[in-house]
């Protein structure tokens, strides 16, 4: 089945909307799924991206704006362990984010924050 989505849509821009509409129905529809999965609140919104570098930028922006716009945060940060996905790195350096790195325990992998 996979397969013949990928056929379907794979030469479709979702940027686009007005030249492929259905590929924003489609977004909207797995959007409305997902919330309801995790019993999301009425106004909820989210978006479909592309991978995850992707997903991590976008969520760094959205939380620095939303930071920005309603706690008036204008130095963010984030604290990630030092093995944290690449892009984390990428999104501080784009976005303005100052981000702290944390060693982690070489048995459990787990962030040592008190450490900071």
């Known amino acids: 089945m996979l397969s013949e989505v990928y056929k379907k849509y794979c030469w479709t821009n979702p940027l686009h909307v007005d030249c492929f509409k259905d590929v924003r129905k489609m977004e909207a529809e797995v959007v409305a799924m997902c919330g309801h999965m995790f019993n999301?609140?009425?106004?909820?919104?989210?978006?479909?991206?592309?991978?995850?570098?992707?997903?991590?930028?976008?969520?760094?922006?959205?939380?620095?704006?939303?930071?920005?716009?309603?706690?008036?945060?204008?130095?963010?940060?984030?604290?990630?362990?030092?093995?944290?996905?690449?892009?984390?790195?990428?999104?501080?350096?784009?976005?303005?984010?100052?981000?702290?790195h944390v060693p982690v325990d070489p048995v459990t992998y787990s962030a040592l924050i008190p450490l900071l």
């Open 40 to 100: 999301h609140p009425d106004k909820a919104s989210g978006s479909v991206t592309s991978g995850g570098t992707e997903s991590i930028l976008m969520s760094m922006k959205t939380h620095r704006d939303w930071a920005r716009e309603v706690k008036g945060i204008d130095k963010p940060n984030i604290v990630c362990p030092k093995t944290a996905h690449p892009a984390f790195d990428k999104a501080a350096a784009y976005f303005k984010i100052h981000i702290i």
